[in-house]
Structure formats: structure tokens, C-alpha cells
């Protein structure tokens, strides 16, 4: 991960003042809760539907050992006892008093960590490949270029009231594995034909209320040139994207509207002005906050023959990933085990896991999009062993990439912003499919639950999503398939879901959701052809008429709703 | 009464004016008073709620595109928590909203020390001060 220097410690230390003092100025009666707001999100603080929420940062996912302790210190002396893990790879606690996030930030502080522009109409924190620094497929550590978007979006003076908040992740694998075609920027690192590094430059992609695949701006874009250009896409959205209305103030509002083509152009000929300003990176940048990441000491290994069957084969296949250095793998912490709402963790679990960590990983870990942890540097001599430990703490469930997989929003429960609970749903459905043969017969399948249109849990891109609805204040479910996160090993593209029909009453959704999986496991072509790969194929139809269709059907008294 | 601050200091706001007072809307392009800023007392920037930010662009490319050197004022909803990064952006004025604080106003403009970013203040990013 990146060490501070003194400036970046210096910069954190500031904020803390600087809010301890807002916040003591509101609480005075100073600042009115108006102007206090915006101060308040962007330092990741909503007043949400039972007390306020802290959301901390984790750039890009990364944690340390000391850091995972710091918030499990976090929860127990400010909260209840857990914290929630997010999918834009940060904590989220839902009980702290708003007098003590002053003192949550300055403990934070302490361990190189803070709230910074975790919410507001700001650049939020930049998200990555939970995979960076250690997948086969990686073109460039995806982490360094991360700090240095980092650095560029911290307080930066131009950027921080924008007409909407704004998303950046960066892909430095083959694989996209950072959804980059779903946010307002996504960057795509690769080589060109003379080997030299640049980006692919993706914008107006988004969920939300209004779900659209980004488009390609630029094919490639030389390295130094990164924060010029990303740049030059701010200030054509801070001076041009609409501010008359929040559901059309997102940057892909603004590239919808004017067509990419001209966007494009807009933002080319802002860049022009700007590229090789004294922005303009270098190689002596790039290698100084290169040369700030810790990196693992490997020991030259074997890579060894893992084993396949039985409990720990099951596992093994499911949540160990492989590793560019031989002998090792990467291994993943599933927070999803049926009964514990995903993404959740206590902080007696957090301390465990950090001691895990230094035993098994030199003391790092990472968050995922998917809510889950990573211990990315494991010696495969270890593994049996780290899997033993990780079983007592039930964190070893080995449904990586399967339906019980689930993605989930805190929704009703906690989120004032929800129209309808997540946690509930997604505790049914895992329930249902308790049958770890019949999930791994299903295979690979991405299930996404969101309370409400914010997208929190990435329903439009489920293979399955699942979306709270409001109905004359009953909630109801709509059902998506065919969402997308990015491009699969078959080639299909991201995508956002199509919707199948009338929305359904929360008991039922498990039953759809396995009316839908019957459908697949008849039409499949073959178990490699995957639940999206298959809904692709065959369109929505055969799994709207096996809902709709079908004689138990709670919605069969209606005609299915063309999407 | 509302307090200007100029140039890091508590000022009179009525001192007459030699010279044409210009001032922009957050919608207004800055390229349209281009050629008019060189006759300019000072340009206004409006921000009629703080939060709408097309004003920080604006001042930035008065100062960087446009070459404007003389009195760049934010005025409106202007207060103590945001003429930090005004100033980074090239105001050297705030006509301050008539409930603030002229102390802890000046006092906001020393809130951080350092910044990331290449601005009008400072046009050397920190990766080259380092």
C-alpha cells in the first residue's frame, strides 16, 4: 500500500482541524444545517434514518493490518460493534454520534486514513481491481495511477461543488474487473503497439436512476497526459452539466445530451489549452509514488498442485484466485455467509482478520466491490492452513462468483434514501439456495440487490438484480436479468439489465429467482455457457414466460409488461 | 454590513471604482468580456448559492486562459468554508454574505497549508515541489 510522507500526513492532519472546527461551529448554532451539509458529506458524514452514518475511506480498496484494527477499534468504541463494507470498497458505520466524528477522523488520521470526499458533489474515492498488483493479466499496477488520481482529486479547489457527486475507476488488467463502463470516468490501461503505456478513456457511464454503458472517448491516451485530460472532462461538467435538476445532473446526463461525439470534441478542445501544462506527469512522479507502495519480500516457490475435491477443494476453487508470482495466490474472504448481512463485519472479526493478515499476507488486505475481503499474497504451502482458520471465523464460505454471492445495498434497514429492505431478500434467496451443489451446478451468476434507484447494490448490473420499489408505500421488487459488471471470458460486454416484468411482493422474490435459474439450467448450452451468457442469447422472453407463465405465478392474473 | 476581503486583508468595499466593474453569472462564458478586461476596475463573479461551483472555473480561466490580472471578487453566497479553494482558484476579493465572520473568515484562508493540485495560486503541482 502507499506510505504517507509528511505532506500527505499533513494534508489529513489539516482536515481533521479543519472539520473539528465546522462541526463545532454547527453544533454552536453558527453554521446552519444548510451550510453545514455539503461540509458534512464531504467528509462522509449523512444524517441518515436513525442516527447519522460515517462512511471512511479506502482508496482503492487497500488496507493494512494496522488500519483494519483501527476500524474495528472504530466500531466498538464509536458504534455498535461492526462495520459495513461497501461497494465503492469502503466502510460504512451506521451509529456513530455526529459530536464524535471529529474524534473519528483524528483517530483515523493516526493510521493514514480519513473520510475525504466519501460523499457530496465531489470526486468520490477512486475504486480499482481488488486483483491489482498480483493478477496474470495486469498491464500496469493499477494502485500507483490510483494514488496519483488520488492526490490530483484531494481538495481539488476547482472540483469540489459540482452539479452531481462524480465516479473514477481505473482498470490496470486485461480483465475489467473495475466495471470502468459503469462510471462517470473509467480508465482501461494498456500498451500500444510500441509497448508504451497509456489509458482508454471511458465517460458517462452510470447506474442510477438512468443506466447507460459508457462510452469510449479516446482509444489511447499516453500516460502523461492522464490527469490533463481527466481534467479537461471536469471542467467541461463542472461549467456545463445541469444543475435545474439532481436526476439529470450526472456527467452522463450531460454526454447523452450532447451526443459522445461532441462531448468528445468539447472536451478535446478544453485539453488542448491545458495538455503539457505543468500538470503534465512525469516518469520521476510516477516512480516516487510507485516507489511508496510496500511490496511483498516473495520467497521463490513452486506453484503447487491444489487440491479439488472435497470441503476445501470446493473452496479453493471457488475464493482462491492465481498469482502472477509462483507459489502463491490470492485468496478471498467471503462476507457473504447466509444469515450475516452482506458486507458486514464485527470488529472482534476485523481484529481476527488483521492478524490473519500479518500471519498469512504480509499485513495487507483488500476490499472488494463485491464486499468481500482479499488476502491477495498467500503462500499456496499455506493455504490449507489459512483456509482451517478462516473456517472457525466463518468467513470461508465458498460461494465466490455464485448466486449467494450477493451483492446488497444497507437498504431499508438503515438508508433513509431506500424504498424497500435489501438485507431480508438477500437472506431469503441464500437460504433458498443452501444446496452448495446445486450452486456450483448453477455456477457463475452475479446477484444484486439495491433498496432503492441509487443503484447502491449495483442492480443493473446483476445477472440477476433485484430493485426496491415504492408502491403506494408497499414495497415491491423489480427483477432485472442480463446486467453485466464488464467483459466476460465469452466476450459479452457490460450491460444493463432488462427489467422482466410487473415487480413482485418481497416473499416472492426467491421464487422468481429460481423460476429463472430453471429456465437457464434447461436452455443452457453447456455449464461454460454461464447464466448471462445464456440470457444474452435467448433473450429475455423464456424467463419472462417461465415467471409469468407459470401456473403458480403470484403475477399470472396480469400480462407481462413489454420492457 | 458585509465585509469585503482583498487581498488576504479586511477592506472598505466603497472605494470608487477607476474603471468598468464587469460581472458573471455562473452561466456567463468568460470568453464574452475577454476583450474588455484589459479597461477593467475589477470583475465580479456571482455565486448565487455556494454550492453551484461553475464560478471556480470561471475564475480560473479569467486567470490562466484570459490573462486577467486585476481584482477578481467573488460575491453573493460567499463564506468562511469556501474562500479557501475561491482563493486557489484566483479570487484575491470575497464580498463575504452579510452573517459572517471578518476573524474567522480570515483565519479560514490558513485551513491547509499544502495542496495537490497545480491552481492559480500555485501553478506548480506539488509532484513538482516535492
Known sequence: MYLYDPIDQRIVDERVAQFRDQTRRFLAGKLSEEDFRPLRLQNGLYVQRYA????????YGILSSKQLRMLAHIARRYDRGYGHFSTRQNIQYNWPKLEAVPDILADLASVQMHAIQTSGNCIRNITSDHFGGVARDEVVDS?????ILRQWS??????TYLPRKFKIAVNGAQADRAATFLHDIGVHALRNAAGEIGFRVIVGGGMGRTPIVGHVIREFLPWPHLLTYVEAILRVYNRFGRRDNIYKARIKILVKERGPEQFCDEVEAEWAQIKDGASTLTEAEVRRIAGRFTRPQYQPLEDLRLPQDGPYGAWQKRNVFPH???????????LKKTGVPPGDATDAQMDAIADLAERYSFGELR??????LVFADVRQDQLESLWQQLRQLGLATPNVGLLTNIIACPGGDFCSLANAKSIPVAEAIQRLFDDLDYLHDIGELDLNISGCINSCGHHHVGHIGVL???KQGEEWYQITIGGNQGLTPL????????VIGPSFAQHEVPWVVERLIEVYLQRRESDAERFVDCAHRLGIEPFKQSVYGHPDSPRQDREPVPA | MAILIRRGKIASPSQPEAGEVLRLEPQDDPAGIADRLAGAARVEVNFPRFTDGRGYSTARLLRERYGYRGELRAVGDVQRDQILYLQRCGFDAFLLRDDQDADESLAALADCSEAY???????QPLFRRR
Open chain 1, 367 to 372: 476490499v472488494t466491490h463485491e464486499q468481500n
Open chain 1, 52 to 59: 447519522p452514518m460515517l462512511r471512511v475511506a479506502i482508496p
Open chain 1, 143 to 147: 494502485f500507483v495511477w490510483c494514488e
Open chain 1, 324 to 334: 502472477k508470482q509462483p507459489g502463491y495466490v490470492a485468496v478471498t474472504l467471503s
Open chain 1, 154 to 159: 484531494t481538495f481539488h479547489p476547482e472540483f
Open chain 2, 117 to 123: 493540485q497545480a491552481s492559480v495560486e500555485r501553478p
Open chain 1, 491 to 498: 466476450g459479452t460486454p457490460a450491460a444493463v439489465g432488462k
Open chain 1, 468 to 470: 426496491g420499489v415504492d
